[in-house]
């Protein structure tokens, strides 16, 4: 069996209805979906040879299927430049956490300031359908989305970037380089192959998904899971 | 299918002699379309019609007719359908109302009425529908009384989740002068649904245009799968879009509520062609009638300079361009201009010229022109000086827009007097003003260039 389907049928066995932010990488990256460097850590020392690994500056964030906002339940350390601050912003999600936490995801620091949005919902009548849009705050306040039903070939993935009011954020502008399109097509035909070959998997949200450089990258992932 | 469009004897049952009597209307309209097959009645007072039996129940019926029409109530339908199973009848259409569109508790009638279908491997239309119109055999079956001398035969046909607004179609379709095939409305498609109407008119042959008019989608995948495969232009006006309207729906024909953005990708996956209006279902309808356009160059041609810049507009917010005409257009224009004020360029503004077989010599000389994939000419008249004319102009520009195979986008400006006559005049496709009808004519692009890619993927 895949990795993603025994990491989805642990959680079913678990009686959950969500991954955790590092199960859902790991289903994603099994899909061949580009996610973020990271490791789940439970000490001190596991911290310190994941900083070691991936290299400073690092994001930590408290690791649980209970947690979806971690950023309103401030357990979220962004930018984490060194040993010392490592070492405060683990103590610190750990005792926020009290015990509940699985542990705290070290990952690199992503650098892009373009955030976009790609997921995976179910209609009741056409089935699995992948979304694109504008990510991060601007996915509320835009709500400037577009989607395509499962299998989607090349051309859908293109058409989904060509139809957002924004696309142009996928260009070449203010010195940053243009998307990498062939990259983004593959990760939404990637996500729409998920619906259809994980029927347990209900919803997949990536958000954000930051391009670092021209390159799309999964920063977060809510994975949520049918009854 | 075939038997319910083409049955060879029918049976309409809730027929009686009472002037009140809806079952009635459906044997008269049987009577002025001129179906020519087996007719039998049945209601339970009995007595006898148009000279015909009324049986009192439908085994008292001569042999097996291929389909039942039901209008009765309800709570009658279950056993009738029943009778209709046990006689061997395969086909049916329950025009009847008072199931979910009406209560909720009509849920254990409605499953109970699939179950007896099943037994019997009965199919059957609606229930709650105004049902089916058939004009190549004169089979018109709603409840209302319709009239002959409003109808068409054509190519396009029609399945609406309403009968109200396949009633008001029929109408429409008669204001344009649009002829149609086959009509049929779904109602709270219990047993057959959109789809499997769909499938048949792909198959049809005396269908080139299918439209549909939807509150609810009964099964989406199915739906785009099909939708895929047809080389016909499909359609669809999708309403229920909101949570407001949504209550309405769920009165109406028990629809339910689905995310519009999803159902948007499905259709353009699809390649269905969405609307949002009646009248823009008819301009569809209209332009899908012409030659379809093989590109984005269209030659603007017009009386009014005003409305060629409105044109220009419509053209090039539609993604259609304007190249510069030709020198042969051009010399052909510059021969017949009076005062020499005609400025040469794409739009071209006909002013100051009034014989309109020069129009006819110019749009000729555009079509001919290789570059050019279609045409956009405007014309107005008033007084009835110019009526013949414009008549003759209108069967000039149709023969020329199919010897090219070039969509025309004819518009004119009439007056009260002759804005319908006009469209009686021909059965080429007249529009009152650009913008919309480009719209449709960016459609016919978009459906050309699919069905260009299904032969090469081929």
């Excluded at chain 1, 990637?190 to 391009?211: A, C, K, Q, T, Y």
């Excluded at chain 2, 058939?134 to 002959?148: K, T």
């Amino acid at each position: 069996m895949s990795k993603a389907k025994d990491i989805i049928e642990f959680a079913l066995k678990e009686g959950r209805k969500v991954l955790s932010e590092w199960e859902a990488k790991q289903v994603l990256a099994d899909y061949g979906i580009p996610v973020t460097r990271e490791f789940l850590v439970k000490d001190e020392k596991e911290l310190s040879s994941a900083a070691e690994g991936i290299g400073y500056p690092l994001v930590l964030k408290g690791c649980s299927p209970e947690v979806a906002h971690k950023t309103e339940q401030q357990l979220v350390w962004v930018d984490v430049r060194n040993e010392g601050e490592a070492v405060d912003a683990f103590q610190n999600i750990m005792n926020k956490m009290n015990g509940t936490a699985s542990g705290v995801l070290v990952q690199e620091l992503i650098k892009g300031r373009r955030e976009l949005v790609a997921g995976l919902t179910r209609d009741a009548q056409f089935g699995p359908c992948v979304m694109f849009g504008l990510g991060g705050i601007f996915t509320e306040i835009l709500d400037d989305v577009s989607f395509r039903l499962a299998p989607l070939n090349q051309g859908d993935a293109l058409e989904m970037m060509r139809e957002i009011r924004g696309r142009k954020i996928l260009d070449s502008v203010r010195g940053m380089e243009a998307a990498d399109r062939e990259a983004l097509a593959q990760l939404l035909i990637n996500l729409g192959r998920i619906g259809l070959e994980e029927p347990s998997v209900n919803e997949i949200d990536i958000n954000p998904l930051i391009l670092s450089g021209a390159k799309p990258v999964a920063v977060d992932a809510l994975i949520s899971l049918a009854d | 299918m075939d038997r319910i469009f083409y049955p060879k004897s029918i049976v309409v049952v809730g027929v009686s002699e009472s002037p009140k009597n809806l079952g009635r209307n459906i044997v008269e309209n049987l009577l002025r379309f001129g179906f020519q097959g087996e007719l039998n009645l049945v209601g339970k007072d009995g007595s006898e019609l148009h000279g015909k039996p009324i049986y009192r129940s439908i085994d008292d019926v001569p042999g097996v007719p291929d389909l039942a029409v039901l209008l009765i109530p309800a709570k009658a339908i279950l056993s009738c359908l029943e009778d209709c199973g046990r006689k061997g009848i395969q086909r049916a259409v329950v025009e009847s109302g008072g199931f979910s569109e009406y209560s909720d508790d009509a849920e254990n009638l409605e499953r109970d009425i699939r179950q007896v279908a099943a037994k019997y491997g009965l199919r059957f239309v609606g229930p709650n529908c105004i049902s089916v119109m058939n004009l190549d055999n004169g089979l018109v079956l709603p409840f209302v009384l319709m009239e002959p001398e409003i109808t068409r035969k054509g190519g396009v046909s029609l399945i609406s989740q309403s009968g109200g607004v396949l009633v008001n179609s029929v109408n429409l379709f008669s204001c344009e002068n649009l002829g149609f095939s086959k009509f049929v409305s779904i109602g709270n498609k219990l047993n057959l649904d959109e789809n499997d109407f769909l499938e048949y008119l792909d198959g049809d042959e005396n269908t080139r245009i299918i439209g549909m008019y939807l509150e609810s989608i009964s099964n989406g995948r199915r739906l785009v799968s099909l939708a895929q495969k047809i080389r016909k232009p499909v359609v669809v006006l999708k309403s229920n879009r909101f949570p407001a309207s949504n209550e309405v729906a769920k009165f109406h024909t028990a629809a339910l509520a689905q995310d519009d953005r999803v159902c948007n990708a499905a259709f353009k996956q699809a390649g269905i062609h969405r609307v949002d209006t009646l009248a823009d279902m008819i301009t569809y309808t209209k332009v899908f009638r012409m030659p379809l356009p093989q590109g984005p160059n269209l030659g603007v041609i017009g009386r009014s300079g005003g409305q060629n810049v409105i044109s220009a507009d419509a053209v090039t917010s539609r993604g259609f361009q304007m190249l510069p005409f030709s020198d042969a257009t051009l010399e052909s224009a510059r021969k017949r201009s009076r005062a020499g004020v005609i400025r040469m360029t794409n739009p071209l503004d006909l002013g100051d010229i009034f014989d309109l077989d020069f129009y006819v010599d110019v749009l000729e000389s555009v079509l001919r022109d290789s570059r050019m994939h279609g045409v956009l000419l405007q014309h107005g008249y008033g007084g009835p000086e110019e009526r013949e004319t414009t008549y003759k102009m209108i069967e000039s520009v149709k023969e020329l827009s199919f010897r090219y195979q070039k969509p025309v986008i004819l518009t004119i400006i009439t007056s009260r007097e002759d804005w319908f006559e006009l469209r009686n005049a021909s059965d080429f496709p007249v529009f009152p003003e650009a913008g919309p009808a480009l719209e449709a004519l960016a459609a016919a692009l978009r459906h050309y260039r699919r069905i260009e890619g299904m032969a090469r993927d081929n």
